[in-house]
């Protein structure tokens, strides 16, 4: 038996030094001191043993168990490490290489141009305004003169939740809610930009939603003619000094009298074309003075105030602005669209 175990002991090491591989020194494991290995089955046999021979063999088995585990580990470790070394070795970077650049994003277009926007009527005096873009139907249309069955309500498709609760179809909420805040108590000078929803087939010139920035001005003594000169300045700002302005009569429930602004078409300069449908002229927004019910409704007396209110679609601006011909490139992220106007 004593002969046995020094030939397992020193057939092992053999087997240990000759392993290449992890994987070989895990079969050596095993075979030698695994549940059905050689020095197990010793073990499991020493019941036939004499009593004088039983602990001699217990200890030299234990004694070749512990040599071949010690060796099975010095092992382990020097194939480790030389596993690690050709990792290591593999997988060394160059860093003389040059690095890859890193692309540098921008506000989305429209982003850009909406704060364009607010900067030019905060530098006229306006504050800047938001709302709930889910609106009460009082809000979005009671306060603005468009009661319950109002025919004008048919020019908006609204997308309803429930009876009273809507996606908003404009910004002028922002405008009745704020008018409402003050209660008739002091002057109000705003923009209100922000999302808005309607009920709309998507293609080149309509999506089911949109931007809009309005824009409102309630005091005593508030005229048309104001209202022509912040809206003349807005053009300029944004279509060149050259730009002239034209108002046409139009309806909207809110204001009374209503208007279209119309600016002269860049490409032509009047004269007519194909992009102003040979008119010279481009519909740009629309705007008015507030109907007297929606400031009597707001809490302000309209035989002492007046006011004139703006509404713009930041989309169509661009569109008029950098040439776009389909309002769907504002939301499909498409990155060779939208790095175009990084500097925009």
């Known amino acids: 038996m004593k002969e046995k175990l020094h030939a397992l002991e ?16 895990q079969q050596v494991r095993v075979s030698y001191l695994g549940k059905k290995g050689p020095i197990t089955e010793v073990l499991r046999g020493m019941g036939k043993l004499s009593k004088e021979e039983r602990p001699v063999i217990g200890e030299l088995a234990n004694k070749v168990r512990e040599a071949i585990t010690i060796a099975i580990e010095a092992k382990k470790q020097v194939l480790e490490e030389a596993v690690l070394n050709q990792q290591l070795k593999s997988e060394t970077i160059d860093v003389t290489l ?64 429930t009876e009273e609760l809507l996606m908003r179809t404009h910004t002028s909420p922002v405008q009745a ?38 824009g409102l001005y309630v005091d ?3 005229r048309m003619s104001d209202l022509k ?27 009374e009298p209503s208007v279209e602004m119309d600016i002269s078409c860049k490409v032509c300069h009047g004269k007519g074309c194909s992009v102003c ?11 008015g003075m507030v ?11 309209s035989d002492v105030y007046s006011g004139f209110a703006f509404g713009m679609g930041p989309e169509r601006i661009a569109m008029l602005k950098y040439g776009i011909d389909d ?4 939301y499909t992220n498409d990155r060779r669209f939208l790095g175009q106007y990084h500097q925009a």
């Open 10 to 25: 020193t057939e092992a090491l053999e087997q240990v030094e000759q392993a290449n591989s992890l994987a070989d020194l």
């Open 98 to 161: 040059p690095g890859r650049p890193v692309e540098v994003g921008g506000p989305h277009l429209l982003t850009s141009l909406v704060t364009e926007i607010e900067d030019l009527f905060i530098g006229m005096g306006f504050e800047v305004r938001e709302g709930p873009e889910v609106e009460t139907d009082y809000y979005n249309f009671e306060a603005l003169n468009l009661p319950k069955d109002h025919p004008a309500r048919d020019m908006q498709d609204t997308f309803y939740i």
């Open 177 to 214: 809610r704020t008018m409402g805040e003050y209660r008739g108590s002091k002057p109000l000078k705003m923009i209100c930009p922000g999302k808005v929803y309607r009920r709309d087939t998507d293609d080149a010139t309509h999506s089911h939603q949109f931007t809009q920035v309005e």
């Open 220 to 222: 005593k003594n508030v």
């Open 229 to 255: 000169g912040v809206l003349n300045q807005f053009a300029k700002q944004f279509f060149g000094a050259e730009r002239e302005i034209r108002l046409r009569p139009s309806f909207f429930p809110f204001t």
């Open 277 to 287: 449908k040979q008119t010279g002229w481009i519909e740009i927004l629309g705007a």
């Open 291 to 301: 109907h007297p019910n929606v400031l009597e409704m707001a809490g302000y007396d």
């Open 327 to 330: 309002i769907r490139q504002f």
